[in-house]
């Protein structure tokens, strides 16, 4: 085809949309299905399934062009086999997804442990009690994808064996042949789907505008952060306040959400 935007069988087996700087709107939609089967098919070559998602704050399946679900048209899944994660309450509390949360790379779990490469506090802290019952396999291996916005994606390849209970072999094979083409293909496919309208346009803070904006979001007060910086209050109000007003924020709280999506915002205070 002449215009072609996604390319799924280059000689490294990287899967990947060759990014543009056209809108979203001018890419070709019609290539994910093309890139999912492609996709499909080498999961399946390593005797695996998949199952994907590019923003686990909401689930949405991911479609075709057509609007088509990929999980059933494409990656094999039936509704039934799926029913565990269409119940939204439910499926946000999988173990699964929500190591996908709070893990920086791919790992592998099962009822008895989760299996990452570095462990990880709140890895161990994850409840695997009725494992198989809220994730619908016996084990699986989990590769999160972050992305731009502070958007979380993630796959879930669990064996075309059902009754399989270890992953290692497959989880060492899948992290040099699949994870790299299955991040690229979460990380487009959220690129051409991503709705700019809601998105912050990116705007450089001072350094004491984000040390402000960053003792906000370990929710302390004007008057706190004013003792903590030595400064006066109307010093950080003033501060929190220009802040809103380069973030195009309504107030303080989506200010922060802002901050944090175009990634001001230490995990620890300053």
């Known amino acids: 085809m002449a215009t072609r935007a996604l390319d799924l069988h280059q000689a490294s087996h990287h899967a990947w949309f060759p990014h ?30 998949i199952m994907a998602w590019h923003d686990l704050s909401t689930l949405a399946r991911m479609v075709d062009e057509k609007n088509q679900p990929l999980d059933t048209t494409v ?17 946000m509390n999988s173990p699964l997804l929500s190591g996908a949360r709070v893990a920086g790379e791919p790992f592998w779990a099962n009822g008895r442990a989760i299996h990452a490469r570095i462990g990880s506090r709140a890895l161990g802290r994850i409840n695997l009690d009725d494992f198989d019952e809220l994730t619908s396999v016996r084990a699986a291996i989990v590769i999160p994808v ?35 083409s299955i991040t690229r293909f979460l990380s487009d496919y959220a690129a051409i ?23 906000v979001a370990h929710g302390k007060t004007d008057h706190e952060i004013s003792i903590i910086l030595g400064r006066s209050h109307a010093g950080v109000r003033y501060h929190i306040t220009r802040t809103c007003a380069k ?17 001001y915002i230490s995990l620890t205070p300053p």
């Open 247 to 263: 973030l195009d924020a309504v107030n303080r709280t989506h200010a922060v959400f802002r901050a944090v999506q175009l990634g």
């Open 146 to 180: 972050q992305l731009p916005f502070g958007q979380i994606g993630a796959a879930i390849l669990s064996s075309s064996d059902p009754a399989k209970f270890h992953l290692a072999k497959e989880f060492a094979r899948a992290r040099e042949t699949l994870v790299p």
């Open 75 to 91: 990656f094999g899944w039936s509704e039934q086999e799926l029913a565990a994660w269409h119940g939204c309450a439910k499926a």
């Open 20 to 49: 543009r700087a056209e809108p979203t709107s001018t890419r070709p939609a019609q290539d994910i299905r093309a890139a999912a089967w492609s996709l499909e098919d080498m999961v399946r070559k390593e005797g695996l399934r």
């Open 193 to 215: 789907n991503r709705d700019d309208r809601f998105l912050p346009d990116y705007c450089p803070l001072s350094s004491r505008e984000i040390e402000c904006l960053t003792w």
